[in-house]
């Protein structure tokens, strides 16, 4: 709550700073102002009034409103309404179609299916049921905005609850970019002992000399995710659940639960810092920063909306913003003038990341988790810390066809307990720390092979420590211009298994283990086809060394590798004002399907109606049903006294859920309506997020996302 309190007094001045520092005597050369009637409400826009004067400018555009991933790919502000936007309408604000939610947001999610064309070079701390709201490296943006920019998204809980994520950027100059933002989520639940309550704070910032000779960039995220933990459904109320006895089916606070006063936290500081030099630039290059204007005039938004509502209108919006990816500022396509081999640049990065888990129980369950060594309070903290400084060279030229970057990194973690906490686990588990350092090479090459664009990442970890290891990355992108994008991916991995697979300590006796596993081996090789006719996607991963949690919630290593394949095709049919937007997804595990699972059919079908209401359209809607449904399989139950999923053999959960909605726009917000799982009144109740664990009955969701453009 004081985290939310800070951030909220800092946009608010922030806010006041910069409507102050940005009025302007009004100008209207080079505009066409709208006449009286037919678009001029649009001058009334909630940031426009007669009483603030504005430099107007024809310059500035709505592509001049840039996102910056950390991998350097660029996407536009979006104040769009589509059905992707209906999707990622949750509290992670990501297409949630390979996850199957719990009844409550804020709260964990069982996996429908896997992503391992991505892996990390370095093993985590684990307790991974804690971390799908937990925003990693990759997941912080940078923005490059000519004007401040604010986003509120607002989404309705269950049972006294709410998720509020706000964003707030600042152009201090067109060099110095920083964004603050903050999501704050708490939400009760419907079933006993199901409080979430979480809290994001990013703040990131860009900065760049006048010339471009340095240039630095970096974030910090301080986040606590804090989950209370019932163990789900006991076995009487798990069969009144099942029959829906009369007594629980309006109130399921009167179902009884495992855990009544069990509570576990997931917190994490991170610092990121990359900054670099350029060593030698040439008059080419100096003549080419030139060439690149400051766009310091402000736009009237009025005109920005308008260019967006055209846009949209003309069905090109949708393209640009969501599908298409284009190099950033950053990292610009290379042109006669900076392709020579004196572009060379000096960097370093620092990464300080630290992550706490704590059990917290204060009446012991034996029942569940069996014995232990102590009768009073259960308070069990897990702590790690990672460091790692990077220096890297970076250059540019023809001759190697692109951009290339030669690094070398060193790190240090530390991982473990202040003391050993169970004496009876002794001498299987005799230390109460991990920890190391190791020295890391590698090399990045991003470059253009005739049509087509190639990406390609390696680094070695040698030694036999636990982060000793290697990655490889390759990808290659081929685009016949607005027709078809193919893209090719490879990627080799060997790291060690997470860290509380290797040590872990808890006052119950169960769950004490220090263990020397090998590393895991990861081979992924597949690709995508977007086109206008259709998407697809195929992966083929082989995994050698898979570590997962038994039924005991024991982590063991698999002796036979995995083969799993992975293929998914999606398909939106429009026959005037409806549409039918379809995503098929298969899975097949040929081999070690008795260690992982997942369903062989996944499918989200949605039916919808679009249309812009009322004279002058000034509503444009989505109003539709999504049906979704995935074949049953032995889900794994989760564990919440070790925040990770774990095998059983009793229960196959599968079943479809019917979703309706009303989403529409007006100007800059958009506005949600939802039914969740609207047959649930009169189905069978057999629909469970794990076992014990029942997935949300009907309810109503509203929420909204809301952009302002100074």
């Known amino acids: 709550?004081?985290?939310?309190?800070?951030?909220?007094?800092?946009?608010?001045?922030?806010?006041?700073?910069?409507?102050?520092?940005?009025?302007?005597?009004?100008?209207?050369?080079?505009?066409?102002?709208?006449?009286?009637?037919?678009?001029?409400?649009?001058?009334?826009?909630?940031?426009?009034?007669?009483?603030?004067?504005?430099?107007?400018?024809?310059?500035?555009?709505?592509?001049?409103?840039?996102?910056?991933?950390?991998?350097?790919?660029?996407?536009?502000?979006?104040?769009?309404?589509?059905?992707?936007?209906?999707?990622?309408?949750?509290?992670?604000?990501?297409?949630?179609?390979e996850l199957l939610p719990f009844h409550n947001q804020g709260q964990t999610f069982n996996n429908l299916g896997y992503d391992f064309s991505n892996s990390s070079l370095f093993p985590d701390i684990g307790f991974r049921a804690k971390q799908f709201n937990f925003y990693q490296i990759e997941d912080i943006n940078y923005y490059h905005l000519p004007t401040p920019t604010t986003q509120i998204m607002y989404r309705s809980g269950m049972e006294q609850g709410q998720v509020l994520d706000a964003l707030f950027t600042l152009n201090f100059s067109k060099?110095?970019?920083?964004?603050?933002?903050?999501?704050?989520?708490?939400?009760?639940?419907?079933?006993?002992?199901?409080?979430?309550s979480h809290g994001n704070f990013r703040a990131s910032f860009t900065y760049e000399t006048k010339k471009g000779q340095y240039s630095i960039k970096g974030h910090t995220a301080i986040q606590d995710i804090f989950n209370e933990e019932s163990g789900g459904l006991t076995d009487d109320s798990l069969t009144a659940f099942i029959t829906n006895d009369e007594n629980s089916a309006n109130d399921r606070g009167r179902l009884d639960v495992n855990l009544t006063d069990t509570e576990n936290y997931f917190d994490g500081k991170r610092y990121y810092l990359e900054h670099s030099f350029r060593l030698f630039s040439t008059e080419?290059?100096?003549?080419?920063?030139?060439?690149?204007?400051?766009?310091?005039?402000?736009?009237?938004?009025?005109?920005?909306?308008?260019?967006?509502?055209?846009?949209?209108?003309?069905?090109?919006?949708?393209?640009?913003?969501?599908?298409?990816?284009?190099?950033?500022?950053?990292?610009?396509?290379?042109?006669?003038?900076?392709?020579?081999?004196t572009n060379l640049k000096v960097g370093h990065i620092v990464l300080v990341d630290n992550k706490f888990y704590k059990f917290e129980q204060p009446t012991l369950n034996t029942t569940?988790?069996?014995?232990?060594?102590?009768?009073?309070?259960?308070?069990?903290?897990?702590?790690?810390?990672?460091?790692?400084?990077?220096?890297?060279?970076?250059?540019?030229?023809?001759?190697?066809?692109?951009?290339?970057?030669?690094?070398?990194?060193?790190?240090?973690?530390?991982?473990?307990?202040?003391?050993?906490?169970?004496?009876?686990?002794?001498?299987?588990?005799?230390?109460?720390?991990?920890?190391?350092?190791?020295?890391?090479?590698?090399?990045?090459?991003?470059?253009?092979?005739?049509?087509?664009?190639?990406?390609?990442?390696?680094q070695i970890t040698p030694g036999n420590g636990r982060l000793a290891g290697n990655d490889f990355k390759a990808e290659a992108i081929y685009k016949k211009d607005s027709l078809f994008t193919i893209k090719g991916r490879l990627n080799i991995n060997s790291k060690s298994p997470n860290f509380n697979t290797l040590l872990h300590q808890s006052n119950y006796d169960n769950y004490n283990w220090q263990n020397n596993f090998e590393n895991i081996g990861t081979r992924n090789i597949g690709g995508t086809f977007e086109s206008k006719w259709g998407n697809a996607s195929l992966d083929i991963t082989n995994i050698d060394g898979y570590v997962y949690f038994d039924e005991n919630g024991t982590p063991q290593q698999a002796s036979e590798n995995i083969n799993y394949l992975k293929a998914k095709i999606s398909k939106e049919f429009k026959v005037g004002k409806f549409a039918l937007d379809n995503t098929i997804m298969y899975q097949n595990v040929s081999n070690g399907s008795s260690v992982f699972r997942v369903p062989e059919l996944?499918?989200?079908?949605?039916?919808?109606?679009?249309?812009?209401?009322?004279?002058?359209?000034?509503?444009?809607?989505?109003?539709?049903?999504?049906?979704?449904?995935?074949?049953?399989y032995k889900a794994n139950a989760y564990n919440p006294l070790l925040a990770e999923f774990q095998l059983q053999n009793d229960t196959e959960i599968g079943y479809p859920t019917?979703?309706?909605?009303?989403?529409?726009?007006?100007?800059?917000?958009?506005?949600?309506?939802?039914?969740?799982?609207?047959?649930?009144?009169?189905a069978e109740k057999n629909y469970f997020s794990a076992p014990s664990y029942p997935y949300r009955d009907f309810s109503i969701r509203f929420g909204l996302v809301w952009n302002w453009f100074i």
């Open 1 to 97: 709550m004081n985290k939310f309190l800070v951030f909220t007094f800092l946009l608010l001045f922030f806010n006041s700073f910069s409507s102050f520092s940005q009025k302007r005597k009004l100008s209207r050369s080079g505009i066409n102002m709208p006449k009286s009637g037919g678009n001029s409400g649009n001058i009334n826009d909630s940031i426009y009034s007669g009483e603030i004067d504005v430099t107007l400018s024809g310059k500035t555009k709505y592509t001049d409103y840039k996102i910056i991933s950390h991998k350097r790919d660029t996407t536009l502000i979006d104040t769009t309404l589509t059905i992707q936007k209906e999707y990622k309408f949750n509290f992670l604000r990501k297409d949630n179609f």
């Open 175 to 196: 060099r110095l970019n920083v964004a603050l933002e903050y999501k704050g989520l708490r939400s009760l639940g419907h079933y006993r002992s199901s409080l979430a």
């Open 284 to 341: 080419n290059n100096k003549k080419a920063k030139e060439k690149t204007k400051a766009q310091t005039e402000i736009p009237r938004d009025s005109l920005f909306i308008d260019k967006i509502d055209s846009i949209a209108k003309n069905k090109a919006i949708t393209k640009i913003n969501t599908t298409s990816k284009t190099d950033s500022i950053a990292n610009k396509t290379l042109s006669k003038e900076n392709t020579n081999f």
């Open 368 to 458: 569940m988790f069996g014995s232990a060594n102590i009768t009073g309070n259960i308070s069990t903290i897990t702590d790690y810390q990672f460091l790692s400084n990077q220096l890297f060279l970076d250059f540019n030229s023809k001759y190697i066809l692109g951009n290339f970057r030669a690094k070398v990194t060193h790190s240090t973690y530390e991982y473990g307990y202040s003391e050993l906490t169970n004496i009876n686990a002794y001498p299987n588990v005799n230390v109460d720390k991990l920890s190391g350092d190791a020295i890391s090479f590698g090399a990045d090459w991003n470059g253009k092979i005739d049509k087509f664009k190639v990406n390609a990442s390696a």
């Open 602 to 632: 996944v499918s989200r079908n949605t039916l919808y109606y679009a249309d812009s209401w009322f004279k002058g359209k000034p509503i444009l809607v989505n109003i539709g049903v999504t049906f979704k449904y995935f074949s049953k």
């Open 658 to 682: 019917f979703d309706v909605f009303f989403n529409a726009r007006v100007r800059r917000t958009r506005i949600y309506l939802k039914l969740d799982n609207v047959t649930s009144s009169f």
